[in-house]
């Protein structure tokens, strides 16, 4: 019996743990919203910008300055 209520302990105290790693991609997701510069944010979840469209605004931009 003791056993059985050591491993819902070790369950319980699991939980605490993983809420804050389950934060984490929340907090990094909200980063990549505003700035989108960290390539590591793509694994936890889709970046907001996708980094193909970053280079076409770029050359745009390029475009734009060139024929000022």
């Known amino acids: 019996m003791p056993d059985t209520n050591t491993q819902g302990d070790n369950k319980e105290k699991e939980t605490p743990t993983t809420s804050p790693v389950d934060n984490k ?16 944010d793509g694994n936890s979840g889709e970046p907001m910008i ?5 280079d076409e605004e770029a050359s745009k931009r390029k475009a734009l300055e060139e024929k000022l």
């Not at 996708?50 to 970053?54: G, N, V």
């Open 50 to 54: 996708p980094k193909h469209r970053l």
């Open 25 to 40: 991609p929340t907090d990094d997701q909200s980063v990549n919203a505003s700035g989108g510069d960290t390539p590591s």
